[in-house]
């Protein structure tokens, strides 16, 4: 028995265990080298963001005020009510005016008091009243720092709307102080006067919850203050105010401000001139910065602790399958391999696996080839309709077509059949690697044992070309192979994988001319003389017709069609070549209509015929047969699937009518357009379905919801006419009464007499 030394175990576990702690240290070193600075600069970018954004959405709020200032302005200079010669004509003009005014400063709740001052005078009129300039500004309004002289010299003079910076103003009314700012717009005769409250300014200010260091200001473009989130004593210095001259569109920076370094951020209206500004002590801004760095070291410390037990514990659960692994390999060496660790034990194993797999590897070859024959038959076949899905479906065992035209050819020789699998596929790969870069081809075994077929893939239309390279090809796989008499049978050109099995048809026909022209010779179909072939009518509408008659699930037009075609075939003396060859396209058009109709799954678990059976079925017939029984498969399962869609399609109608009947535009017009359908397709549709025209399913869904709205409601009849969709009271009554024999309103009190007595009767 095997013995199994710990020591060797210690080795290996004590390697492993190092080299994870080196991994879970490595990205610890990296992020406290690089991330701390990228994550700064996150940090710092995401404040300036949100405090440029939260600056502009002040901008923007403010700008919108002063242009909704304006245009009130605009407003009271033109109306009539406020122009100077009508406010003194009488006091009921006043008073009308006060209220045009007040009107004016309610709409707005961002105007504390709006007034007009009529220049060159001492009048006022304000919302709450009017006034004598002097009174105004002195008592009602008493501004701490706008005397009564300079009140008069601003109004009169003023040539474009200014502000006045914030200001303690008292109020006389209320008894108190307040401050204000103060906007003036001037015209040719008056100039309006608004006053907005500083604390609306304040409450704007602070929509960000910021920290008790965070300070917003705005100020105008001579550096002076219109309004502080908080009046701190840095805002009055030169050097604020340096920074605040120096300040462009918008932006962002650090600056020293009374000895202490300050982050700042900027927005300037375009519209007033104002700059927006907050700022705040850099050491608060990036405390965030700080406050994660000294968490993520706890962090990191925690995780290195946790993930030294972990690895510790992980390495150590995990080594216990290596080392039962490597007693196994052992055991299966028959032997101690000693100065080994477990992984090379293992691989030497590992080793002699590999052996064995080169050997299974030969059988998957095998099956392989298996695959690609499977593939080629079902081309020759025709269930493979295009190009795309022949790619998809041979791409893993390396089929493909990139050239658009089609070719089959078939190579006899009575030696084939003596060969062995293993010489056959030697003559086939040998023949694909001979064909030029401008043809693709595969082979495959022919339906018969001295035959190989290759299906080939052109860049041109050309069987000249096909016939020179077969030539050359014969000549090398003969004098590679002795005594190797090749045939070679070429089929027409097709631009369709859908075609290929004709082209079988047409290869396989060419061929059983070997005793006419004699072997070891090139065949071609298309030098085949067929007598009496000029004088055949293809039938080309009876193929189209079997197609739509598939689709229609028309049993009975099939049998005609198949037997006219049977008909045409035996009458007319035809060649057995065009007699394959109009089989064919028969079984053509069955698989493209299946195709077309998504239920191609029907013909693959069903086998109805081979390719091959068309050079060797005794009668016409017999394919008639096999096409009967294919279409009468197909028009079953066509006919589920119709009744199945048709019957979604009736529901999603009804429900669209159900939906709409009480909408005054409904038509079938707009219902053809809602699905995509013509009108009368849609109306006989219906009809077919429902056993109702749309009209009479219309008029029926109307009418029930009118003796609803009759008997549940006590709605005028007007008004239910309305909303069942109807426009003329008189049409509907007239209407009501020929489908229920009585009038709505004789109706309506049948209704409410039978739910009156209802109680009565169940007692």
Not at 403 to 424: A, D, H, T, W
Not at 678 to 702: A, I, P
Not at 748 to 763: G, T
Request: with cysteine; charged share 20%.
């Amino acid at each position: 028995m095997l013995t199994w030394s710990n020591s060797r175990k210690s080795r290996l576990f004590f390697k492993y265990l190092v080299s994870y702690m080196l991994i879970l240290c490595i990205p610890l070193v990296f992020t406290s080298i690089f991330i701390f600075g990228y994550f700064s600069k996150i940090l710092e970018k995401e404040i300036t963001d949100g405090n440029l954004a939260m600056l502009t959405h002040i901008n923007n709020v403010v700008d919108n005020q002063v242009w909704e200032f304006n245009k009130i302005s605009n407003q009271i200079f033109s109306d009539f009510k406020l122009k100077p010669y009508t406010l003194n004509k009488n006091t009921t003009a006043k008073i009308e005016a006060i209220n045009e005014l007040n009107n004016y400063r309610t709409g707005n709740d961002f105007i504390y008091n709006l007034a007009l001052y009529v220049k060159n005078t001492d009048f006022i009129i304000s919302a709450s009243g009017t006034y004598d300039a002097s009174n105004y500004i002195n008592v009602v309004y008493n501004y701490d720092q706008w005397e009564y002289g300079d009140f008069i010299k601003d109004v009169n003079n003023l040539s474009k709307p200014y502000f006045r910076y914030s200001e303690d103003v008292v109020l006389s009314g209320a008894n108190c102080t307040e401050r204000f700012i103060t906007y003036m717009v001037p015209s040719d005769q008056c100039t309006a006067i608004f006053m907005v409250n500083e604390s609306k300014f304040k409450s704007l200010m602070s929509i960000k919850n910021s920290s008790g260091y965070e300070n917003t200001v705005i100020v105008d473009d001579y550096a002076n203050i219109i309004v502080s989130l908080k009046d701190w004593s840095y805002l009055h210095s030169e050097s604020f105010s340096d920074i605040i001259l120096h300040m462009k569109e918008k932006g962002t920076g650090i600056a020293e401000i009374q000895k202490t370094n300050y982050f700042y951020s900027y927005v300037k209206s375009r519209i007033t001139g104002w700059t927006y500004i907050t700022i705040i002590p850099e050491r608060e801004a990036l405390k965030s910065v700080f406050n994660v760095r000294q968490k993520a070291f706890y962090g990191w410390l925690f995780i290195i602790v946790l993930g030294s037990c972990i690895i510790y514990y992980i390495t150590n659960y995990n080594y216990y399958p290596i080392r039962n692994l490597r007693k196994l390999a052992e055991e299966k060496l028959g032997q101690q391999m000693t100065g080994h660790n477990e992984i090379e034990v293992v691989e030497s194993v590992i080793n002699q696996m590999a052996d064995h797999g080169m050997e299974l590897k030969k059988s998957l070859n095998s099956s392989k080839q298996a695959v690609k024959e499977s593939i080629l038959l079902e081309l020759l076949k025709g269930r493979i309709d295009s190009t795309d899905k022949f790619n998809s479906i041979g791409r893993d065992i390396g089929l493909s077509f990139t050239y658009p035209f089609f070719n089959v050819c078939i190579f006899y020789s009575k030696q084939l059949r003596e060969m062995e699998g293993g010489q056959k596929a030697g003559i086939i790969n040998e023949v694909e690697s001979l064909l030029p870069d401008n043809m693709q081809g595969y082979g495959r075994d022919g339906m018969a044992e001295d035959t190989v077929i290759f299906i080939l893939s052109m860049q041109e239309n050309d069987i000249g070309s096909i016939k020179n390279v077969f030539q050359n090809i014969r000549s090398r796989v003969s004098s590679s192979n002795s005594d190797l008499n090749i045939s070679v049978g070429i089929g027409n050109i097709c631009s369709n994988t859908g075609q290929i099995g004709r082209s079988y048809l047409e290869a396989a026909t060419a061929i059983d001319y070997k005793f006419i022209f004699g072997e070891n010779k090139i065949i071609l179909f298309n030098e085949i003389v067929i007598n009496g072939s000029s004088n055949i009518t293809y039938p080309e509408k009876e193929l189209k017709d079997i197609q739509l008659y598939i689709k229609q699930g028309n049993i009975e037009s099939i049998e005609d069609t198949l037997s006219s075609i049977v008909k045409g075939i035996k009458d007319g003396d035809m060649p057995i070549v065009i007699a394959r060859c109009i089989c064919f396209d028969i079984i053509s058009s069955v698989l493209k209509v299946v195709n077309e109709i998504g239920i191609s799954t029907m013909l693959s678990e069903k086998e109805y015929f081979n390719i091959e059976e068309l050079n060797h079925f005794n009668t016409p017939e017999e394919l008639t047969d096999i096409i009967i029984r294919i279409c009468t498969d197909l028009c079953h399962d066509i006919r589920e699937s119709k009744e199945s869609q048709n019957f979604g399609l009736k529901e999603k109608l009804i429900q669209y009518v159900d939906d709409n009947c009480e909408d005054q535009s409904f038509c079938i017009k707009s219902m053809a357009d809602a699905f995509g359908m013509s009108q009368s397709y849609l109306s006989r549709f219906f009809k077919d379905q429902t056993g109702q025209t749309l009209s009479e399913y219309q008029m029926f869904l109307r009418m029930e919801k009118a003796k609803y709205y009759l008997k549940s409601t006590n709605e005028p009849l007007k008004n239910i006419v309305g909303r069942i969709g109807y426009c003329n009271e008189a049409s509907f009554v007239r209407l009501f009464k020929k489908i229920e024999g009585i009038t709505p309103g004789e109706f309506r009190k049948l209704s409410q007499n039978a739910n009156h007595h209802a109680p009565e009767l169940i007692s």
